[in-house]
């Protein structure tokens, strides 16, 4: 079965920083871009950043640009989310997602059950 | 950036109702449009990708279309198990935004 699963969440003061992985199972990590989405408790939801294939393009929301750091280990099919600067509107459930390459175009099919980042003091 | 605007933002229909859901993109997107559907507590699953084409073993009901700026899902026939959240996405450029969600409850 095709899986990811993250860990890393928990509770943090602002200003702090925590490291999400997110592993993959089922399928070899290498082959497909990944995502990071995340939810903030009772709203909708809001993509994170991308990273491709082989970490060549990485594009990051503008919400935690120069604050979140993607990344990924083929090797041990994994993938990273570092988050610095950690501030209260960063609470929110992250989800890791595979990217779905077809018809030239890109979806997220499969996705994590999420881990959940508090951010307060 | 390429803001996603859904409506209505919350319906409630019968089961065996024809429902639709609209999206509207701030500009062009060609196809690159994705539906989800979240249930509370849990992660969105993917129902339909490049704005008609339905994923594997998404039941047949479910339907998209729509191309440039303003798409549609659809339930042909609805049924109890479809409760939930549904969400638009565009994929046509970064950042890969969301819209606001459409809850949809059973009456």
């Known amino acids: 079965e095709e899986q990811l699963v993250e860990s890393g969440g928990g509770f943090v003061q602002p200003g702090g920083s925590l490291r999400l992985s997110c592993a993959a199972s089922?399928?070899?990590?290498?082959?497909?871009?990944m995502n990071w989405v995340r939810q903030a408790p009772g709203k909708g939801l809001e993509w994170v950043s991308y990273i491709s294939g082989s970490s060549a393009t990485i594009y990051y929301a503008d919400s935690v640009k120069g604050r979140f750091t993607i990344s990924r280990d083929n090797v041990r099919n994994s993938l990273y989310l570092q988050m610095n600067s950690l501030r209260a509107v960063d609470t929110a459930v992250y989800y890791c997602a595979r990217g779905y390459y077809q018809s030239g175009m890109d979806s997220f099919d499969i996705w994590g059950q999420g881990t959940l980042v508090t951010v307060s003091s | 950036d390429i803001q996603m605007t859904q409506s209505p933002s919350s319906l409630s229909a019968s089961v065996g109702d024809r429902v639709t859901v609209t999206c509207r993109a701030s500009q062009s997107i060609s196809f690159y449009l994705n539906w989800y559907q979240q249930k509370s507590g849990k992660a969105p699953k993917l129902l339909i990708y490049?704005?008609?084409t339905l994923y594997t073993g998404v039941p047949s009901r479910f339907s998209g279309s729509g191309s440039g700026t303003d798409f549609t899902l659809t339930i042909g026939s609805l049924q109890p198990e479809d409760f939930g959240t549904y969400y638009c996405?565009?994929?046509?450029?970064?950042?890969?935004?969301f819209g606001g969600g459409t809850k949809v409850e059973i009456k």
């Open positions: 996405q565009q994929t046509y450029s970064a950042p890969l935004t």
């Open positions: 490049a704005a008609s």
């Open positions: 089922g399928f070899t990590l290498r082959s497909y871009s």
